[in-house]
């Protein structure tokens, strides 16, 4: 296996390569037996870093939630990998209208569901997919913990929370003694800059965050592989690449990469990649 050089996930203990795969293809645009060899490739180039989530893929027609984690699950049955990768998932999107936000009772529900699926009996990342301010943080942060303390749980992260509850959630978890989040999981790339560098960055280096951020290329925009309408429809996500991308903004952006991978022999999705992982405070862009 390829060995690439590790990050600290945060202050954890958890050792990831500078890339994570994001698993929510896994039952969507791709079938069990396509994500299968996708893994078993993943792992064998040292890319072991899989975040999923308890929702995927529930967007899909016939589809209720759990896909993709029940096709991980299924993959880590069949080879036994278990110890080679880093296993990361989520709760707190909805799923239905009993089955969302992070209250305490549902967290211990979701997270029992999540590691039957997932056919282990622990998760390194357990993720908040999204603030929920129906819930006390205290109440929220003190079920993480716990769960931390049985060892179904190594680390805890928060995707989508806003620069002020990130940091009210860190200051919860100093003043109560809680596990604290280790891992902020933001929208970030070339196009969209502007929400976590205008505070989550601060907050994130401040307190030693690692962050994985996601839409790395924005929709697959960032790769080059959608430049006109007609490109863009040959895609599942292609409607929405033409309606946030492909725009005079988007393609000034696309030419600047193309101009910088042409002088260095490399990609656009490469020279993308490249500059979020030398950003402060990026450590594993989800691809």
């Given at each position: 296996m390829s060995q690439l050089a590790s990050r600290q996930l945060g202050r954890s203990q958890i050792q990831v390569p500078p890339l994570t795969f994001g698993g929510n293809v896994f039952g969507w645009t791709i079938d069990q037996a396509t994500s299968f060899s996708l893994l078993d490739a993943l792992v064998e180039k040292g890319l072991f870093f899989i975040d999923t989530a308890d929702v995927y893929s529930a967007w899909v027609p016939g589809n209720k939630g759990g896909e993709s984690e029940t096709i991980i699950g299924n993959w880590l049955k069949k080879t036994g990998k278990r110890d080679q990768i880093v296993l990361?998932?989520?709760?707190?999107?909805?799923?239905?209208?009993?089955?969302?936000?992070?209250?305490?009772?549902?967290?211990?529900?979701?997270?029992?569901?999540?590691?039957?699926?997932?056919?282990?009996?622990?998760?390194?990342?357990?993720?908040?997919h999204r603030d929920d301010q129906d819930t006390p943080l205290a109440e929220t942060l003190a079920t993480f913990d716990a769960l931390v303390k049985e060892g179904k749980v190594r680390a805890i992260g928060a995707s989508n929370y806003s620069a002020e509850r990130l940091s009210e959630a860190l200051k919860v978890s100093e003043q109560h003694n809680l596990t604290r989040y280790e891992t902020l999981q933001p929208e970030y790339n070339l196009y969209d800059r502007s929400e976590y560098e205008s505070g989550l960055e601060q907050v994130a280096i401040e307190h030693g965050l690692g962050v994985i951020n996601y839409y790395s290329l924005a929709s697959g925009f960032l790769s080059g592989k959608y430049r006109t309408p007609q490109d863009a429809s040959k895609s599942k996500r292609g409607d929405g690449v033409v309606k946030q991308y492909l725009n005079p903004r988007g393609l000034t952006i696309l030419a600047a990469l193309d101009q910088i991978a042409a002088a260095r022999d490399a990609t656009p999705t490469q020279v993308a990649l490249a500059w979020q992982i030398a950003r402060p405070g990026i450590t594993a862009p989800i691809v």
């Open positions: 990361a998932t989520k709760v707190g999107m909805e799923l239905s209208p009993q089955k969302t936000g992070l209250a305490p009772a549902y967290i211990r529900q979701a997270v029992e569901d999540s590691l039957r699926r997932l056919q282990t009996d622990y998760i390194d990342l357990y993720q908040a």
